[in-house]
């Protein structure tokens, strides 16, 4: 069974790795509104997977965002989900979760919830299958969550999972509202 990171260590170390992921991209700066303001970004972009990405680390979490409009000629960019993981322990008032297998590959994964009044009852509905990821239970502290598993951290598809889970969620929230 996966377990949900909860050290600062490991999730210092996750969070290190995804970041040279996402910086794989060709970078650009853009401004990004989003629920804490505004502002001008560092983003990278991944053409074949067609997301995009950024990464700033707060004081409890890895703000972590993706969007999915290609970012060449664009002024402003639209953020499709947000992968906000924990800095330390377990947090589930963050979607984001980096998850460990027995043999200690890491994988990111979502808790399905925090997405723009979605519920996760309603977000788990409407989601559809997908080879790029799946619902999982994981260990998560003292009890067992349900979590969508996305691809380990050194996946070469990686970022097209993401793209993908993007792409889906920014659908979801359209067809709720």
Not at 45 to 56: E, I, L, P
Not at 76 to 87: D, F, K, R, S, T
Not at 102 to 129: A, C, P, S, W
């Amino acid at each position: 069974m996966l377990r949900i990171l909860a050290e600062r260590k490991k999730l210092a170390l996750a969070n290190r790795q995804l970041r040279l992921r996402i910086r794989g991209g060709k970078p650009f700066t853009r401004p990004l509104g989003h629920q804490g303001g505004r502002g001008e970004y560092a983003i990278w972009w991944h053409a074949r997977a067609g997301v995009w990405a950024t990464q700033k680390r707060l004081e409890n979490r890895f703000w972590t965002v993706f969007g999915v409009s290609d970012p060449k000629g664009k002024s402003q960019l639209g953020i499709a989900v947000e992968m906000n993981c924990p800095v330390r322990a377990i947090d589930r008032s963050v979607a984001g979760v980096f998850l460990e297998a027995e043999r200690g590959r890491i994988y990111l994964g979502h808790r399905g919830n925090k997405i723009n009044r979605v519920t996760k009852k309603e977000f788990r509905r409407r989601l559809r299958n997908e080879p790029h990821w799946r619902w999982t239970l994981a260990t998560d502290g003292d009890r067992e969550s349900e979590v969508i598993v996305l691809r380990h951290l050194q996946d070469p598809l990686l970022m097209t999972a993401i793209g993908a889970f993007a792409r889906e969620v920014r659908r979801i929230k359209k067809v709720v509202r």
